[in-house]
């Protein structure tokens, strides 16, 4: 079967960094996507994996490792505006989307 | 700079309605997608479309048909609103030759069916 976590929820402070994990189980994997979509608002492309290892991309990050089924989108120097949720999505063996629940992510002053 | 544009943001309609929503891209993009997004729950793909004319079934097409007569409009129809299928629903789009296939998603529309 195919499956992709993430947790529901999670709180940081303004200025830090926090780490959002996505986990995953495929037969097939052909890429993994994060996008973030601001309450109200289409979601947004951040980032794409296919290759193990660290893609940065300003104060975003995105890391993958296929052996583990694993990958986590890391946020520095949080800003409010980073308020959002963040989707993790799995493109499978038949290159359709396997989409997680979503990370709902809170930043306090 | 808009680019996906669903046309009605917020929708109330009663059970046994026939329900329309409109999906426009100005990207010149041929794939077009209808997805339902529910608490809790990941998005769910309901139809998509590779070419005009043409569609096709995702995970979740029961109780939905679509409609795609030109490029640039991609329709989601519910011929008769259930109150399951009170939801925001989020047309996408993208271009085949995107190796990675980026969607580009339109604002949403939140059905709400009586």
């Known amino acids: 079967g195919q499956n992709i976590d993430q947790p529901t929820e999670m709180t940081a402070t303004e200025g830090a960094i926090v780490q959002i994990n996505c986990t995953y189980q495929t037969s097939g994997f052909n890429g993994l996507f994060w996008y973030q979509q601001h309450a109200g608002e289409a979601p947004t492309f951040l980032s794409y994996?296919?290759l193990d290892g660290l893609e940065e991309k300003g104060r975003f990050s995105s890391f993958l490792s296929r052996s583990k089924g694993y990958s986590y989108l890391l946020l520095k120097e949080l800003q409010m505006k980073d308020s959002a949720s963040y989707l993790c999505?799995?493109?499978?063996?038949?290159?359709?989307?396997?989409w997680g629940a979503g990370t709902k992510l809170i930043i306090k002053p | 700079d808009v680019k996906v544009t669903q046309s009605s943001r917020y929708l109330v309609k009663r059970t046994g309605e026939k329900v329309f929503l409109e999906c426009v891209q100005d990207m010149d993009h041929e794939n077009m997608f209808w997805y339902r997004q529910d608490p809790g729950l990941g998005l769910r793909l309901i139809y998509f479309?590779?070419?005009?004319?043409?569609?096709e079934k995702g995970d979740i097409p029961e109780g939905y048909s679509v409609s795609r007569e030109k490029k640039e409009r991609f329709s989601l129809i519910l011929e008769s609103a259930s109150t399951n299928q009170t939801s925001m629903y989020l047309c996408?789009?993208?271009?085949?030759?995107?190796?990675?296939?980026?969607?580009?998603f339109g604002a949403g529309s939140r059905l709400t069916v009586l």
């Open positions: 999505a799995l493109k499978n063996s038949n290159y359709q989307l396997i």
């Open positions: 479309s590779y070419d005009v004319k043409m569609k």
């Open positions: 994996n296919v």
């Open positions: 996408a789009s993208s271009h085949p030759s995107d190796g990675a296939n980026v969607l580009t």
